[in-house]
């Protein structure tokens, strides 16, 4: 523990972990006033800049690998107020604002100092966090709405008001859902009333996939402004097509406060937070009578009879316990694992010419991440699947929820016993 006193005008970077109490006078972080006995906590994966606005005493807590810098000059980029007051001075409500940058070019910086600018001039302002791997509204897998109408100095200060389930940490493979997921949160803040909306997306940006994902985010919302936050211009292609359009766009530089996170940073931080959600979690067991899959062929086909059940064991040399067949897939479950699946399922195409075609076994359902709906198919929250009892047509989810429950959405990520990720599926495994 530091205390320290610094004259009015100066400015500290500090990496985290590390916390910040005021202890007399004031500091500005990204906008927000922090004054007497309020703290400022930056997480190991961050870092931030404070700037003293008076002649203050602070109290820092600093842990093993933080840091701190006295700084020149502010590290915020004086082109990213010019460019707040350019979209806010056009006086429109309700009024959007899309975020493009690579990994770890600033994109939730830029949009808490944008949140911070708009609530200072009154501004019900919502934010769509569309990075299922990072986000920091709500639960990895998911994307979410937060609505703020007070400063924050970070996004994980914001309470997600609903989320959409995307089932995966990356959207690439999950492009159509996310672009959905997106325009559901975008019409939720409409209905809420807010007067800004600003959608804060992932750093996906190269290949054919990141180039669809935006083009439709964009497409779909139709944004009053595009903000590129980029060293060169290694995201302009993202917004190529809609140069001749009516949707303003921005370029500024990143801030060089950013801290890079590695991969390690990024998946250690997403296992904490599954471990924070889980932590009241209680097992509930669904009647699959009453309950059904969405992205699965698993209750979405005729069960096989015994005899079929029989036929394609044979036909394949496994013990098949269950198995669903419709007119273009077809799910087989085998009492063990099957070390040559691949083979197998190759095998099985050739045989049955089945457009989709999955062999799983029991017990590899156990630990995989899902989102669960109501019966009006509102969002309620996540779960990670136990069992399936595939003969008693049940399955058994941990879950914090508490309400009831229509559809279970199967996700592509897996977690073990204490939630760490030990699976990433292409499609998932039912």
Request: charged share 25%.
């Amino acid at each position: 523990m530091r205390r320290i006193r610094e004259s009015r005008g100066s400015i500290m970077k500090i990496e985290g972990p590390a916390s910040v109490q005021v202890l007399e006078g004031a500091i500005n972080v990204l906008g927000t006033l922090v004054k007497p006995k309020e703290k400022v906590v930056i997480p190991k994966y961050k870092s931030l800049s404070i700037e003293f606005v008076e002649d203050s005493t602070v109290e820092l807590r600093l842990g093993s690998e933080a840091k701190v810098e006295k700084l020149p000059e502010t590290m915020l980029p004086s082109e990213w107020r010019v460019a707040v007051e350019g979209m806010l001075s056009q006086g429109l409500k309700p009024f959007t604002c899309i975020v493009l940058g690579d990994v770890d070019s600033g994109k939730t910086t830029f949009c808490t100092y944008f949140v911070n600018y708009a609530v200072s001039k009154g501004l019900r302002v919502g934010v769509i966090d569309k990075d299922p791997g990072q986000t920091e509204i709500s639960v990895p897998t998911t994307i979410g709405l937060g609505v703020v109408d007070k400063p924050i100095y970070s996004l994980e200060q914001v309470s997600a008001v609903t989320a959409r389930f995307i089932g995966s940490t990356s959207p690439a493979g999950v492009v159509q859902r996310v672009v959905t997921a997106t325009k559901q949160l975008y019409d939720e803040a409409l209905r809420l009333g807010c007067d800004l909306i600003i959608i804060n997306t992932s750093g996906w940006v190269n290949g054919r996939g990141a180039r669809e994902l935006k083009y439709g985010v964009i497409s779909m919302i139709h944004p009053n402004y595009v903000v590129l936050i980029q060293r060169s211009n290694e995201v302009e292609h993202l917004v190529k097509p809609f140069e001749k359009s009516n949707i303003g766009i921005i370029r500024v530089q990143p801030s060089p406060a950013i801290k890079p996170k590695s991969r390690d940073d990024r998946r250690v931080r997403r296992e904490s937070t599954y471990r924070n959600y889980f932590a009241k979690a209680k097992v509930r067991k669904l009647n699959l009578s009453s309950v059904k899959f969405m992205f699965t062929l698993f209750t979405t086909g005729a069960r096989l009879s015994g005899e079929a059940l029989a036929k394609y064991g044979q036909d394949l040399s496994l013990h098949l316990i269950y198995g669903e067949e419709s007119r273009d897939s077809l799910l087989l479950v085998s009492s063990e694992p099957i070390p040559d699946k691949a083979a197998i399922e190759s095998k099985a195409r050739e045989l049955y010419e089945k457009e989709d075609l999955l062999l799983t076994w029991k017990g590899e359902e156990r630990g995989l991440i899902v989102g669960l709906l109501a019966p009006d198919l509102s969002y309620l929250g996540l779960g990670l699947i136990r069992e399936i009892d595939y003969v008693r047509r049940s399955v058994e989810i941990l879950t914090p929820v508490e309400d009831p429950i229509g559809v279970v959405q199967a996700g592509l990520i897996k977690l073990d016993e204490d939630f760490r990720e030990v699976a990433k599926y292409e499609k998932p495994p039912l």
